[in-house]
């Protein structure tokens, strides 16, 4: 199943990091956040990415495109017949990496609506945001959404609120999706969604729509916006001491959402 990954937003919230670099490749651990993401994804069998990008995507690009570089040590042969020797093998040689441009200003719908050319055909897709990271169960959740038979399920968390709250009915339908949650206990969206295909049709055809408003209660109004409950760890990275935060929990060697 692909994975599709947000990466093109701004995150003026974070303006000491993302004045200089774009939001998923603020680092953890000397590690973009995308890539801890990515092993998240990777670890539990989903290694092929479809990244959307926007805003500096060009350093992205630039990542992936000299991703030995920026992993293995290296020998080089400088005579007439240059060579370049990459040493270390990694865990990421299997991945497969798609690198699209959606954008510079482009709202999240939009985003997704445009990547679906890369999609295979009648699949579920996995879709997630390139700002947080997480111990969820991946491959339950897919269960979670087979089961459910609805268009979209995302993983209900419970961090301090300031996301998307969610009212959930005892089988896991979402009646109504709220921008702004009243209570830090409440279950939130904390992304790493499940898709059907059929999503795309609650996707305009207009760069400016944020999946998280009208598309997102379009569902929940049809009863086709189920959830996936995480009642483990998971942490988005939206201001510079929520990137202090994270970096000290890999520091010390615990951090939660290293699952590989």
Not at 113 to 136: A, S
Request: aromatic letters at 12%.
């Amino acid at each position: 199943m692909k994975v599709v990954i947000l990466c093109g937003g701004k995150g003026t919230r974070l303006r000491e990091e993302t004045e200089f670099r774009p939001k998923p490749m603020v680092p953890i651990g000397g590690k973009p956040i995308l890539w801890h993401i990515m092993k998240t994804y990777a670890s539990q069998g989903h290694k092929d990415f479809i990244l959307c990008l926007g805003y500096k995507g060009d350093m992205i690009k630039d990542y992936f495109r000299n991703y030995l570089w920026n992993t293995c040590d290296v020998t080089f042969s400088l005579g007439r017949m240059a060579a370049v020797q990459y040493h270390d093998n990694h865990s990421e040689e299997d991945w497969r990496v798609t690198l699209a441009d959606t954008g510079a200003e482009s709202m999240t719908a939009y985003r997704v609506r445009q990547i679906r050319k890369y999609l295979t055909k009648d699949e579920p897709f996995l879709l997630t945001y390139g700002d947080g990271v997480c111990n969820v169960d991946i491959n339950a959740s897919i269960e979670c959404h087979k089961g459910a038979g609805k268009k979209l399920t995302l993983t209900a968390v419970h961090p301090a609120g300031r996301f998307g709250a969610l009212s959930i009915e005892p089988d896991g339908t979402i009646e109504t999706f709220l921008e702004k949650p009243q209570m830090e206990d409440a279950y939130v969206n904390g992304g790493y969604m499940v898709c059907d295909p059929s999503v795309f049709d609650y996707l305009p055809d207009d760069p400016s729509v944020m999946l998280e408003r009208d598309p997102i209660n379009r569902l929940a109004a049809d009863r086709q916006l189920n959830c996936y409950r995480h009642e483990g760890f998971w942490q988005p990275m939206d201001t510079f001491q929520e990137t202090l935060y994270l970096n000290k929990l890999w520091d010390d060697g615990k951090a939660p959402w290293k699952i590989w």
